[in-house]
């Protein structure tokens, strides 16, 4: 992640590490997670209204399509120690695919409901506007990296062009356990996340 505005990052115990626009450069998982200051005013930065609605009544987000930053992923869904760990599991993860690919990741899943304590992180890499030599790549990519990411509770899926039914629209309804988990009917519509 890059920052282009000057921001002051402290952590409350450490010195504060000052971004500038002329000093462009990556962001650490652990200088995500620590709070953000504005350095005009030495000052928490107000919260902003995201772009990913609340959650409804039932605990999952509105049907649709949601975009969200990494920032906004963590600000709006890493409400426990368990979901910030599988974040910044996740995110290690997006930006190994980022460097390989640039179709969309989706988060979805049980993890973009309001369930405390989801088994994983369900993310999906959409190839199927995608050309043979990518997908089989993605595939190959898929196929070395599932059981390691698996073992993290990382549940990566490739949406390819030859599926008859896509990943995306089977996470956009409610599955059987997380349903039983918030006491609702199964297969009801819900949100997912487009990852920007």
């Known amino acids: 992640m890059v920052f282009s505005r000057n921001l002051a990052i402290s952590d409350g115990n450490h010195p504060m590490v000052c971004i500038a626009e002329s000093d462009l450069r990556e962001i650490s998982a652990s200088e995500l997670r620590a709070p953000v200051t504005d350095i005009r005013y030495n ?8 772009s990913v609605p609340d959650f409804n009544a039932d605990g ?14 963590l600000e709006m869904f890493g409400f426990t120690v368990w979901r910030k760990q599988l974040i910044r599991a996740a995110l290690r993860a997006t930006q190994e695919i980022r460097k390989r690919w640039t179709q969309p990741i ?3 899943g049980s993890f973009v409901t309001r369930l405390p304590k989801p088994k994983d992180i369900d993310f999906t890499l959409d190839m199927r506007a ?20 698996n073992s993290r509770s ?4 490739l949406d390819l062009p030859s599926n008859n039914e896509c990943f995306l629209d089977s996470f956009r309804r409610v599955g059987p356990k997380t349903a039983l988990k ?5 297969e009801r ?6 990852l920007i």
């Open 43 to 50: 000052q928490p930065r107000p919260k902003q209204k995201m």
């Open 60 to 73: 999952l987000l509105p049907d649709g399509i949601h975009s969200c930053t990494e920032v906004e992923l």
């Open 106 to 108: 989706y988060v979805d």
């Open 130 to 149: 995608a050309t043979s030599v990518e997908t089989s790549t993605a595939f190959q990519f898929w196929l070395t990296n599932r059981s390691k990411w």
């Open 154 to 157: 990382l549940h990566f899926q």
């Open 182 to 186: 918030l006491g609702l009917a199964p």
């Open 189 to 194: 519509a819900k949100g997912i996340i487009l």
